[in-house]
């Protein structure tokens, strides 16, 4: 079974300030994880995956996330928020036999204050 | 030119009705999946069709009927609906249906159950 956990249902910070988006996974094979971003009303689109090629995966708008096997996480981080970067953030696993099947986590809700 | 879209946008009814949504994705993937997104946005997977053919039942009640005409095309009916039904559905496609790939989702349908 495939777990993740998102530490941290509400993160705020300041613009301009560093992000930084935790999401731990539990995974009996190597996982493939990826980041989600939910803007107000609208559906999911993917901000970056990780495929077991480069562990420093680089997305869109600034942001970037690093798989670590030796501690399970991939924490989501962009060196400078801006307003537009307020949004649900969701991290997600899958891998294994329940190729296709991605398992969520809870979500975070990034506040991005003035 | 949307890539997977959605009908209706917005749902309401009264308990006990009968209702559809529809979903058309326009990327040539070979899969298709529904979510269920609740009132504190956890988001969990109900189905999953890989070209027509079902892939992922997840525990949803038998009043949840996926139903793919064909490939592109992935509906959602529910009978006798319940307040507990009350959510935010979507769609979503992948090209094959694979633990690597992304999913592109649709811009979700609120239905409202009174």
């Known amino acids: 079974a495939q777990s993740v956990t998102q530490l941290g249902s509400h993160v705020s910070v300041s613009e301009g300030a560093l992000v930084l988006l935790r999401c731990n996974y539990s995974?009996?094979?190597?996982?493939?994880l990826f980041w989600y971003v939910q803007y107000p009303n609208q559906g999911l689109q993917l901000l970056l995956k990780y495929t077991s090629a480069a562990t420093l995966v680089k997305g869109i708008n600034g942001f970037e996330a690093e798989f670590k096997k030796s501690e399970t996480s991939f924490h989501l981080t962009k060196p400078s928020a801006h307003m537009s970067d307020a949004a649900e953030y969701f991290c997600?696993?899958?891998?294994?036999?329940?190729?296709?099947?991605?398992?969520f986590g809870d979500g975070t809700t990034l506040t991005v204050k003035p | 030119d949307t890539a997977v879209s959605q009908t209706p946008k917005y749902l309401v009814t009264q308990m006990g009705n009968d209702k559809s949504i529809k979903c058309e994705q326009n990327l040539g993937h070979d899969t298709m999946y529904w979510y269920k997104q609740d009132s504190k946005k956890f988001l969990k997977i109900m189905f999953s069709?890989?070209?027509?053919?079902?892939?992922i039942n997840e525990t949803v009640p038998n009043r949840f009927s996926p139903k793919s005409p064909d490939k592109a095309h992935l509906n959602l009916h529910i009978n006798s609906l319940e307040l507990g039904d009350s959510a935010v559905y979507f769609c979503?496609?992948?090209?094959?249906?694979?633990?690597?790939?992304?999913?592109?989702f649709g811009p979700g349908t609120r239905l409202t159950v009174l």
């Open positions: 069709y890989n070209n027509k053919e079902l892939i």
């Open positions: 995974s009996s094979v190597p996982p493939y």
């Open positions: 997600a696993v899958s891998g294994g036999t329940n190729a296709g099947k991605s398992t």
């Open positions: 979503a496609s992948s090209q094959a249906g694979g633990s690597a790939d992304t999913q592109y």
